[in-house]
């Protein structure tokens, strides 16, 4: 079986939503295709057309960091992007191993349950590992075992969590694109990028991008079925030497219609938490 072929897939891609007038070349007549030539790359970037071509056919795998740099200008990618497009020279086909099960850090699940916070941990290919029950109160599918590509493709009572779907469904497949790098070949991942692929037309589209973004915090607003608007931030930190888990946290503007909605929400989760059971009724 040949290798993926991520770093051609990726400037192909990039070449192709690439505006010929953002590169500086003036448009006469009508262009067949979109974006920009292959020639017109290779003169902008100052390489060779058949070397360009090599590249996108994954012919050559492993242009020097200053080709790399070049194309990134022509393209006009941000650093974020640069430095993914990067990382896709020197990716190397991963050692197949045994799927190991993953195992949150025991500090980090002893922390998500006293942070009194929406907080849960996932892995690299976004599957959920552990969350509190304010995050499951938040989402039914933040809970271990369920994966948020999936819910956000395919799950339409989770898309209407999302008033903005649009650009949250964008950016979690450009996040995920930066997670997993040039391990395409992964069969978790070639068995997850199949299955949203033949689910969603929408997940096909945007992977055909090849966008990347920074696993980084933002604001998120959410639309909940019994507490209304909500307007969180959303922080996003690294768990070291994890292999790659993310801690997330949700949080209000203290003093916001939504930090007394979170508030709502964890008076809840308490009352549930200390409610008896039929059997301690029993």
């Known amino acids: 079986m040949s290798r993926p072929n991520a770093l051609g897939e990726y400037l192909r891609a990039r070449r192709e939503l690439t505006d010929p007038a953002d590169a500086g070349l003036r448009v006469v007549g009508v262009r067949r295709t979109p974006g920009l030539r292959r020639e017109e790359v290779a003169m902008l970037a100052g390489i060779s057309a058949d070397y ?20 990134a200008r022509v393209f ?10 990067l990382s896709l020279s020197t990716a190397r086909p991963a050692a197949r191993r045994r799927p190991r099960r993953e195992v949150v850090p025991a500090g980090i699940l002893q922390l998500l349950e006293v942070i009194n916070l929406p907080a849960f941990v996932e892995s690299r290919t976004f599957d959920v590992l552990a969350a509190n029950r304010l995050a499951t109160a938040v989402s ?51 068995q997850l990028v199949g299955e949203l692929s033949l689910g969603s037309e929408k997940f096909r589209r945007l992977w055909a991008r090849h966008d990347v973004t920074a696993l980084a915090g933002g604001s998120l607003r959410l639309r909940h079925p019994r507490l209304g608007p909500l307007e969180l931030g959303r922080e996003k930190l690294p768990i070291a030497d994890s292999g790659g888990q993310i801690l997330a946290i949700y949080h209000a503007e203290p003093g916001s219609e939504s930090a007394r909605a979170l508030d709502t929400l964890r008076s809840s989760v308490d009352a549930e938490a200390h409610r008896p059971s039929a059997a301690d009724a029993g």
Not at 56 to 67: L, M, T
Not at 76 to 85: K, M, N, S, V, Y
């Open 76 to 85: 006009r990618l941000d650093p974020i992007a640069t430095e993914h497009l």
């Open 52 to 71: 360009y071509l090599r590249l996108e056919q994954g012919r050559d795998r492993n242009p020097s960091p200053q080709v790399l740099e070049a194309l």
């Open 140 to 190: 039914p599918n933040l809970r271990p075992g369920v994966n948020r590509l999936r819910t956000i493709f395919l799950d339409p009572a989770e898309q209407e969590l999302y008033p903005d779907w649009e650009k949250t469904a964008g950016g979690l497949v450009a996040g995920f694109r930066i997670s997993v790098g040039g391990d395409v070949d992964d069969p978790r991942i070639v």
